[in-house]
């Protein structure tokens, strides 16, 4: 089945250490996007790509970091730089990059990062 | 940009009571405008979108939304809910013509139906 699989869906870590979330897409979608969720926070995007071998910043880009070097696979570290890391990390794809279009995200099921 | 206002956090309801979900938006330009629903510890799943034509947009689970450009709103309403239906509820809002799909998302109204 298409779809977006997020892994690992939990994680522990401790403080100082740098952890890698993993998002993979098999939709054929241009766009992938990072979301992190914290309760009475609503999503806030941390880093999207359009296109392979680019991405952008969203609104809370400090202490993370993404790399897209394949269209399927879009994966985001979070480095010991990141002063408060736990929370519900949300990936999401799209089909449609830049110009016109409907702007429905897919999502994962998302991973959660507890930090010690 | 555009910003979302989902003007309640929690909305307890009994069962098979209607229930009215508050989302106001801000944009300089036309929009498109989605509901999506969160079950726990999972992803979001589109619930309803409302693109263009017909300002009342439905679900296939019995929810509608209706957009309102005078008051810039986008509420979200179901006549009898089921308990089934609790869950945190997140209006979002992208600009038409935007760049790459960027959704910009209330903060979430966590939706309880009670026995």
């Known amino acids: 089945d298409g779809g977006i699989t997020q892994s690992p869906k939990y994680l522990f870590r401790k403080e100082g250490q740098n952890v890698t979330l993993s998002c993979e897409q098999n939709?054929?979608?241009?766009?992938m996007y990072w979301y992190r969720q914290d309760p009475g926070q609503g999503l806030r995007l941390i880093y999207y790509?359009?296109?392979?071998?680019?991405?952008q910043k969203g609104d809370i880009a400090e202490g993370y970091s993404v790399s897209r070097e394949k269209k399927e696979s879009f994966p985001l570290t979070v480095t010991s730089a990141q002063k408060n890391p736990t929370a519900f990390y949300l990936c999401?794809?799209?089909?449609?990059?830049?110009?016109?279009?409907?702007?429905?995200?897919?999502f994962g099921e998302g991973s959660r990062l507890t930090v010690l | 940009a555009q910003s979302v206002t989902q003007l309640d956090s929690q909305v307890p309801v009994f069962e098979e009571a209607p229930v009215e979900l508050r989302c106001n938006y801000s944009?300089?330009?036309?929009?498109?405008l989605f509901w999506y629903v969160q079950y726990p510890n999972q992803g979001l799943q589109l619930l309803l979108k409302?693109?263009?034509?017909?300002?009342l947009v439905e679900s296939i689970n019995g929810f509608e939304a209706e957009f309102n450009k005078s008051q810039t709103s986008f509420h979200l309403r179901k006549p009898s809910v089921h308990i089934s239906d609790t869950a945190e509820y997140f209006c979002?809002?992208?600009?038409?013509?935007?760049?790459?799909?960027?959704?910009?998302f209330g903060q979430g109204t966590e939706l309880s139906v009670k026995p």
């Open positions: 939709l054929n979608h241009d766009a």
């Open positions: 999401a794809s799209s089909p449609t990059s830049g110009g016109p279009g409907t702007g429905e995200l897919f």
């Open positions: 409302y693109l263009s034509g017909s300002t």
């Open positions: 944009s300089s330009v036309s929009v498109y």
């Open positions: 790509s359009q296109i392979v071998n680019d991405f």
């Open positions: 979002a809002v992208t600009a038409i013509y935007n760049q790459g799909g960027k959704l910009f």
